[in-house]
């Protein structure tokens, strides 16, 4: 997608590059594009259409892309279209006229054990939820809600808790603690900033 926009010279300069950002969400809140990432298998992850995307959450990178609309329907229709079998062996009946006679002695038919001893669940089951807890390089965090937090955004329940630790070489500028605190009042958060003294908190 970044390539679209800096292909030529001759096109306009963009004076304020979040005007790029704000047209895309404009254009996913009136389902005229998708925005999307490409997956191995030729899918799309993550696939937003037809619903709203903040332009602060729009990533304007190498491995996102937008597509058109009727492009987006036709990957809507494929997903929903059940793919049939493809070769394999056909079940034979068994003695009582069913397919396929008893499982063999000693072959597990429950869920898999993972490791640990724990059972995972199997694919399709519904859960109550899930954790993860991590640490990411500020370069992948827009990648990181783009392919991971997006599909459940919309959906209710995501909460995020973020521990930001700021260390550069030589320490900062008090200036730019004030700043910080500027930015998250205008997002209505909370202004606590614990200042480091000489290295050390």
């Known amino acids: 997608m970044r390539d679209a926009f800096y292909a030529s010279s001759k096109f306009p300069r963009l004076l304020k590059p979040d005007a790029v950002k704000e047209t ?4 996913l809140d009136a389902g005229t594009v998708a925005y999307v990432g490409k997956t191995k298998d030729g899918g799309y992850e993550p696939f937003v259409y037809k ?34 079998p493809t070769g394999g062996t056909q079940p034979t009946p068994g003695p009582t006229g069913g397919t396929g006679g008893p499982a063999p002695t000693g072959t597990p038919t429950g869920p898999t054990p993972a490791p640990g001893g724990a059972s995972e669940p199997p694919p399709g089951l519904e859960i109550s939820g899930f954790r993860w807890t991590g640490e990411i390089s500020p370069q992948k965090w827009m990648n990181f809600y783009t392919k991971v937090l997006s599909r459940f955004a919309t959906a209710g329940g995501l909460k995020l808790t973020v521990t930001v630790d700021v260390d550069p070489p030589g320490g900062t500028a008090m200036s730019k603690v004030g700043e910080t605190k500027v930015a998250l009042r205008e997002l209505g958060l909370p202004e606590d900033v614990a200042v480091k003294r000489g290295g050390r908190p």
Do not use: C, F, M, N
């Open 24 to 27: 895309i969400s404009r254009g």
């Open 51 to 84: 619903r709203s995307l903040g332009a602060a959450d729009v990533e304007v990178a190498d491995d996102v892309y937008l597509i058109v609309r009727e492009r987006a329907e036709e990957y809507l229709v494929k997903k929903a279209t059940p793919t049939p």
